[in-house]
């Protein structure tokens, strides 16, 4: 059976290619009720559209490009899914036939799937594409809640006497760690926190506090590894450089010397670890493919014979300078960043850089319905947290909220978070202490109850991106739990609290994707038992504050690879589900027992 476009219809691609084997006919045994027969769940009024929709995702119209979580979602396992859907596209194909349905009146999935999530998706990969590292991120972060008029605090500084109701602020930590939040304009001292977290960082080949090396006539860079990368992802790659640069100066005013911090992105594959060629490897060498972190990773950047002539440069710019630092850095590497800043060799006093992948992300597959990027994990979360706030501080509904809305971008989360800057750190704790204590009626005074009282009236999502599941290795996944591409935001549980989520914060975030003005598709993961389990930010920040936590992702293939791929939908899926928890969050906890 057939379902195509009536013939006044420009287009020639069907609205719905089904093979007559899928259908049973009213002559054959089948489980399925018959039209005459009264469904076991009937379907909604008006969604002949819809089921339109689910036939071209369960049967591969060539025109696929809708996500499972759209369609068929009163039902739940995909047997009865399938077996429902087949008797109300029977139903919509005997409309077609008497012609009380138009098929011109069927819209395109493809246009609307481009309509619906492309433009969200394409700022997301210019700003993945800008933020090549954490310290990159939070500059990019700050330019932009600058342009949205954000006022930036000096983390220094008291807050008292700055902050308003009604406000927007930010500030950094480190330069990779982010802090932006707003007031609502009736909120009053001891009311609660909204909080989306976040990391800013990514694995990645970290340049060694002593770059300069040299093997077989090549110029080498001596890296790191940070976190816990797919290191063989890394081979034959275009790499770039980005981080922060420490800059010698004299301040123009006080005439006296200071050091400046730049964070600098070198968009030039200078760099790139090369595989070894078939011809010299052993039949086990090919099997294996073993990476030695130390031995196989170290990048080639030059031949020693070409920029032996930069050696005399940098002794010159140098002088008689004797800093051990710098005599044990890449020349090369040297001129290469103080040409990018506009300095001398000389005025450069240290550096935390490291590599990156120069290709742009992209959007891919047949439909474009994917997102091709490094780092993906977990800065397209950074991107949907820092979108969500810069529009709910433009909105009419921050003259109603009470609460603080805020984002937590926290770096190191990929080595355990225990760091100055990490989760593991009192920054969050010290936000929610400073920002009560500014806003409140002696913004010099903190009163301990007045703390207690906006913990637990506080919630955070702690997002982090999720685990599809991979076709070619499904098994991998618990068979209830397998969360798909473009299907949905994920909430993660874990039992022996590798995840922050309950019951009750689990309940949370699925009422709240039901009570969004745009209703979000949700998908639950849970571990296989006899498999290890990650962690996140969600069970520090909890322990760390007190503070009610579930755990949440947007489902991607190859994480921690040099590449990453998620569906484009689930970006809006988020984006979607943050505005929700902004805008109904405290409606919702004021209904909720306890």
């Not at 489902?555 to 998620?566: I, N």
């Given at each position: 059976i057939t379902i195509t476009q009536s013939s006044s219809s420009q287009s020639n691609a069907p609205y719905i290619v089904m093979s007559s084997s899928n259908l049973p006919t009213k002559t054959e045994s089948s489980p399925m009720k018959t039209e005459e027969q009264p469904s076991a769940k009937k379907p909604r009024k008006d969604d002949d559209e819809r089921v339109a929709h689910a036939a071209r995702f369960l049967y591969k119209s060539p025109i696929l490009s809708v996500p499972q979580a759209m369609i068929c979602n009163d039902f739940t396992d995909a047997e009865s899914k399938d077996r429902a859907l087949q008797q109300r596209v029977r139903r919509l194909h005997s409309k077609l036939d008497k012609g009380i349905v138009n098929a011109d009146t069927l819209v395109d999935v493809g246009k609307e799937y481009e309509d619906?999530?492309?433009?969200?998706?394409?700022?997301?990969?210019?700003?993945l594409t800008r933020s090549t590292d954490q310290f990159v991120c939070v500059k990019v972060c700050g330019e932009k809640l600058d342009e949205?008029?954000?006022?930036?605090?000096?983390?220094?500084?008291?807050?008292?006497?700055?902050?308003?109701?009604?406000?927007?602020?930010?500030?950094?930590i480190n330069h990779s760690t982010l802090v932006a939040f707003t007031v609502g304009a009736k909120f009053k001292s001891g009311n609660g926190f909204k909080i989306i977290g976040g990391h800013t960082d990514s694995?990645?080949?970290?340049?060694?506090?002593?770059?300069?090396?040299t093997a077989s006539g090549c110029v080498q860079l001596g890296v790191e590894c940070y976190g816990g990368g797919l290191w063989y992802t890394w081979f034959d790659r275009d790499l770039g450089i980005s981080g922060r640069v420490l800059v010698r100066t004299i301040d123009e005013v006080t005439q006296k010397e200071k050091i400046e911090q730049h964070i600098i992105s070198i968009h030039k594959p200078i760099a790139r670890v090369s595989s070894l060629c078939i011809h010299l490897e052993s039949a086990e060498e090919r099997k294996a493919f073993k990476v030695n972190r130390e031995d196989h990773l170290s990048p080639i950047i030059g031949t020693q014979k070409l920029l032996e002539s930069a050696v005399g440069l940098q002794l010159n710019q140098f002088g008689e300078d004797d800093?051990?630092?710098?005599?044990?850095?890449?020349?090369?590497?040297?001129?290469?960043?103080?040409?990018?800043?506009?300095?001398e060799t000389k005025q450069i006093c240290s550096f935390e850089l490291g590599l990156f992948d120069c290709q742009p992300a992209s959007l891919g597959g047949m439909k474009d319905e994917f997102l091709y990027s490094a780092r993906l994990d977990n800065l397209a979360t950074v991107h949907c947290a820092l979108e969500t706030i810069m529009d709910y501080s433009a909105s009419e509904d921050l003259a109603n909220d009470d609460m603080i809305s805020l984002i937590a971008c926290f770096d190191h989360e990929e080595i355990g978070s225990n760091s100055t800057q990490g989760a593991g750190s009192p920054v969050m704790s010290e936000a929610v202490e400073r920002i009560t204590a500014a806003l409140s009626e002696n913004s010099?005074?903190?009163?301990?109850?007045?703390?207690?009282?906006?913990?637990?009236?506080?919630?955070?999502?702690?997002?982090?991106?999720?685990?599809?599941?991979?076709?070619?290795?499904?098994?991998?996944?618990?068979?209830?739990?397998?969360?798909?591409?473009?299907?949905?935001?994920?909430?993660?549980?874990?039992?022996?609290?590798?995840?922050?989520?309950?019951?009750?914060?689990?309940?949370f975030a699925r009422e709240l994707a039901r009570r969004g003005d745009v209703k979000v598709p949700m998908q639950e993961f849970v571990v296989r038992s006899d498999?290890?389990?990650?962690?996140?930010?969600?069970?520090?920040?909890?322990?760390?504050?007190?503070?009610?936590?579930?755990?949440?992702?947007?489902?991607?293939?190859?994480?921690?690879?040099?590449?990453?791929?998620?569906?484009?939908?689930?970006?809006?899926?988020?984006l979607n589900l943050f505005k929700a928890f902004f805008k109904h969050f405290n409606e919702l906890d004021n209904c909720m027992e306890g």
């Open positions: 619906s999530y492309t433009p969200f998706a394409n700022k997301a990969r210019d700003f949205a008029g954000f006022v930036r605090l000096s983390k220094r500084e008291a807050f008292g006497g700055k902050l308003v109701p009604g406000g927007s602020y930010y500030y950094t694995p990645r080949l970290m340049v060694k506090p002593l770059s300069k090396r800093d051990a630092w710098k005599q044990g850095q890449e020349p090369a590497l040297m001129s290469l960043i103080a040409s990018k800043l506009g300095i010099h005074s903190r009163d301990p109850e007045t703390h207690a009282s906006a913990i637990r009236k506080s919630f955070i999502f702690s997002v982090d991106q999720a685990h599809a599941v991979h076709p070619n290795y499904s098994g991998k996944h618990e068979k209830n739990h397998g969360p798909k591409m473009n299907a949905g935001v994920v909430i993660k549980t874990n039992q022996n609290q590798r995840y922050a989520t309950n019951g009750v914060t689990g309940f498999c290890g389990c990650g962690s996140t930010i969600g069970p520090i920040l909890s322990a760390n504050t007190g503070i009610r936590t579930v755990d949440l992702g947007m489902p991607q293939l190859s994480m921690h690879s040099c590449r990453e791929v998620m569906g484009i939908a689930d970006l809006t899926h988020g």
